[in-house]
């Protein structure tokens, strides 16, 4: 039996399976735009906080939380707009604090805390 070889793409489909709790497979729609991505030069890191965000963004939203798929993250005119979005996040924590705690409508969230969210996006 051979061992499944890891490109860089199947690489960050795992880590977008691992962030996300989701199970989705390698195939082609789901690895297209991952390798498109990889390919205009963004890292890994940058990758993975586009992710990160997303998945706060959208995981517990009934709406969009089937839009929470590689297809969608890794859409030629969505990425470039999400890492965008992640700039908006390290660059005003604060607003994106109020945010996140309307958006799930709790009294105190993991964007509560400016370290957690310095650790998480750098």
């Known amino acids: 039996m051979e061992a499944e070889t890891i490109t860089p793409e199947i690489e960050v489909l795992n880590l977008f399976n691992q962030i996300t709790g989701h199970r ?5 729609a789901n690895i297209s735009g991952i390798k498109r991505v990889l390919k205009e030069g963004y890292t890994l890191h940058e990758i993975q906080e586009v992710i990160q965000l997303k998945t706060i963004q959208w995981k517990n939203d009934a709406k ?5 798929n590689p297809v969608t993250i890794f859409r030629d005119c ?14 005003n924590p604060k607003l994106y604090q109020k945010y996140y705690e309307q958006l799930n409508k709790i009294e105190r969230s993991a964007a509560d805390d400016i370290d957690d969210l310095k650790a998480m996006f750098g």
């Open 24 to 28: 989705h497979r390698a195939g082609k």
């Open 64 to 68: 969009m939380s089937d839009h929470l």
């Open 78 to 91: 969505n990425f470039d707009k999400y890492i965008n979005q992640v700039l908006n996040v390290k660059n």
